[in-house]
């Protein structure tokens, strides 16, 4: 195993380094025919649900995002409202203790965000085990981010910001200035 420096991050953290480990190619070909054979007998025996997209053959991320962004869109034709949790759930599992997890959860990782066409302001409070939780306009939700009225506009002033920096550092290290 080799530790390797993520980039821009502190080298005096653990967390800082990229585990690399160099092993055998017949370890490789070993783990990649054992690899095969379990998602070949999860997808045969439906053993995953079909909401769960990772490391999985024809699924992505975006199908991740789209599922609830077509959820808010039918609610908003039928003239609902929707109303979504959001349960950050980064590094959770790193010391699992399921009672500090979930008070932890809901006390700094729960989220809402009720989405409508209503003009009308609308006060929804979600309160688990005693704990409120935090009510916001917009939410990103795996790179995408959903506000209340699904107009996008955050989403792409964001994509907008993020391709205008990456171009000017192609430019500038193509020596180009327009």
């Given at each position: 195993m080799i530790p390797i420096l993520k980039k821009g991050k502190n080298k005096s953290k653990?967390?800082?380094?990229?585990?690399?480990?160099?092993?055998?190619?017949?370890?490789?070909?070993?783990?990649r025919i054992i690899n095969k054979h379990?998602?070949?007998?999860?997808e045969s025996e439906n053993i995953i649900g079909?909401?769960?997209?990772?490391?999985?053959?024809?699924?992505?991320?975006?199908d991740q995002t789209?599922?609830?962004?077509?959820?808010?869109?039918?609610?908003?034709?039928?003239?609902?409202?929707t109303?979504?949790?959001f349960v950050d759930l980064h590094r959770a599992f790193d010391k699992l203790w399921k009672d500090?997890?979930?008070?932890?959860?809901?006390?700094?990782k729960t989220t809402g965000t009720l989405f409508t066409l209503s003009p009308k302001t609308q006060s929804i409070k979600l309160i688990v085990d005693?704990?409120?939780?935090?009510?916001?306009?917009?939410?990103?939700?795996?790179?995408?981010?959903?506000d209340q009225r699904m107009t996008w506009k955050q989403h792409i002033t964001s994509?907008?910001?993020?391709?205008?920096?990456?171009?000017?550092?192609?430019?500038?290290?193509?020596?180009t200035k327009s």
């Open positions: 653990a967390s800082s380094y990229r585990p690399i480990s160099l092993t055998s190619s017949c370890c490789k070909l070993l783990e379990m998602h070949m007998n999860l079909n909401e769960h997209a990772g490391f999985r053959q024809y699924k992505s991320t975006e789209t599922h609830p962004s077509q959820v808010v869109e039918d609610a908003f034709q039928s003239k609902k409202v109303f979504a949790v500090e997890l979930l008070a932890k959860m809901l006390r700094e005693d704990t409120p939780t935090k009510m916001e306009d917009q939410h990103t939700y795996l790179g995408v981010t959903f994509a907008e910001a993020t391709a205008k920096r990456k171009l000017n550092i192609m430019r500038k290290r193509a020596g």
